[in-house]
């Protein structure tokens, strides 16, 4: 029959145990505002019963370790659509910082300049005498033009340098996630669970996964391997690091993504530098072509009617615009019209009265010569705009929609794994009243012994 000595092995395990619950649950209160911490719980068991001649007896309790309360696949939910939040809220920022260089719809956005211009034509034809006016509205068109070419080509190369910064951003948690790597492998060798580092680790991954989209594999040893693609980023203590490269993408530069060592560009396939190699590589280029093929049909179109006609003291076949500079950036009226207003040419005789070669070009903003012929150059520009405004507003709904199903899964998340003051604190006051009463099993056991132990030595 099992002795008193057991009652005392038993007391102190549960005294043990109690105490290890107590500091768990103090843990989980000191770091519920801590960021990525999972709530831990101890694994309390029944001890092994003892077996004895009258049957098991019970030893006790145990503890099996501390676990973390986490789910698995929310917390790798959670990750997919914080990369697609971080993609759309990137898209967005920028498409609306886009929207701003456009000033549209306002008195000094390219739509209205480019009426004034025409307008300036059209007084010109009933007021011989306002080639001034049309040089004044000239020289404002060309510089809204030059404006909005460097306020798009300077984010261009803002977004090329976010990308760097991104992919640099990426290779210091690729290190810091291997380092932890190592460390939990070396704190579990024992069958323990290092649940703080791993914490740190899920943090940095969670971070990770706004930039790019990412997969994970656990290894057995308790590692993680971080996947981009079908490349390991991390692989238990061993990483990679990424690249960058400048090449030539048309008439400009961008900075291309590569595995350190190789020429293969990395495929983020979401995240933020989704986002931004999206709007460096296709969608500022597109607005640059659209609002170079705006300058050039103006260009090219005035230039055909003005070279058609007369200027005030019977010049012939002069551009109004220069015809070597066609593109956005580059587009001026051309030098010897601006030293001298009588060469525009705004008759077609060079009669006394006669205009018409005025109201030919103020008549030009009627002709559809864009789109294969459906569109004015105002509503081609139009249309630019509200393709402009469409993106931004897909966006700007998408955005929203991620942000709203991100929330939702961190709320559930959190419900799984986050910290809850009022259940620490109720788990703290059992645990303690457990402590009490495993503390006066001890004492009762302690008496009976002593009751015995004296007793051994009385005689009659």
Same mark, same amino acid.
């Given at each position: ?153 300077? %984010?261009?190369?803002?977004? &090329?340098?976010? =990308? ?8 210091? +948690? $690729?290190?810091? !996630? ?97 986002? %931004?190699?999206?709007?460096? &590589?296709?969608? =500022? ?8 093929? +705006? $300058?050039?049909? !103006? ?162």
């Amino acid at each position: 029959m099992p002795g008193l000595f057991l009652g005392l092995e038993m007391g102190k395990r549960a005294l043990m145990t109690q105490q290890l619950a107590l500091t768990t649950s103090g843990h989980n209160v000191a770091n519920a505002a801590t960021p990525g911490f999972s709530r831990q719980r101890v694994v309390i068991s029944q001890s092994n019963p003892l077996n004895t001649t009258e049957g098991n007896i019970g030893t006790g309790v145990s503890v099996s370790g501390v676990r973390q309360v986490r789910d698995l696949f929310l917390s790798t939910q959670l990750r997919a659509d914080s990369g697609k939040l971080a993609r759309w809220e990137t898209s967005h920022k920028a498409l609306s910082q886009v929207e701003l260089f456009f000033n549209e719809p306002g008195d000094k956005g390219l739509n209205q300049l480019i009426t004034d211009f025409f307008n300036s034509w059209e007084n010109l034809a009933t007021n011989p005498n306002a080639r001034v006016t049309v040089l004044e509205k000239s020289k404002v068109l060309v510089n809204a033009f030059h404006e909005q070419a460097n306020q798009l080509a300077d %984010l261009r190369e803002s977004v &090329d340098a976010d =990308i760097k910064g991104r992919t640099s951003e990426i290779n210091q +948690l $690729a290190v810091q !996630i291997a380092s932890l790597n190592r460390q939990i492998s070396t704190a579990e060798l024992g069958g323990d669970s290092a649940n703080d580092l791993r914490d740190k680790r899920d943090l940095l991954i969670d971070n990770l996964s706004s930039y790019a989209s990412v997969r994970t594999i656990e290894r057995s040893n308790g590692t993680a391997a971080v996947m981009i693609g079908s490349m390991s980023l991390v692989d238990g203590v061993d990483f990679l690091q990424i690249e960058t490269k400048t090449i030539q993408r048309g008439s400009s530069t961008a900075t291309v993504a590569v595995w350190e060592n190789t020429n293969f560009e990395i495929d983020f396939a979401g995240g933020e530098i989704q986002a %931004l190699e999206q709007m460096r &590589d296709s969608t =500022i280029p597109d607005m640059q072509k659209d609002l170079d093929l +705006l $300058a050039t049909t !103006i260009i090219e179109r005035v230039n055909a009617v003005h070279a058609a006609g007369t200027g005030a003291q019977g010049s012939t076949g002069i551009n109004f615009f220069d015809p070597y500079r066609l593109t956005a950036g580059t587009m001026e009226v051309n030098i010897d019209v601006e030293s001298d207003p009588n060469l525009i040419a705004a008759s077609i005789t060079g009669e006394p009265g006669d205009t018409r070669n005025a109201q030919a070009i103020s008549e030009l903003r009627y002709q559809r010569v864009l789109q294969s012929g459906t569109a004015t150059i105002n509503e081609y520009y139009a249309s630019m705009v509200g393709t402009l405004g469409i993106r931004t507003q897909e966006a700007e709904t998408l955005k929203d929609n991620y942000n709203l199903l991100v929330t939702q899964l961190d709320n559930a998340r959190q419900q799984v794994q986050g910290v809850s003051i009022d259940e620490e604190v109720t788990n703290m006051i059992k645990y303690q009243r457990a402590y009490e009463a495993a503390a006066r099993v001890i004492t009762f056991v302690d008496s009976a012994l002593e009751t015995v132990i004296s007793g051994m030595g009385v005689t009659r």
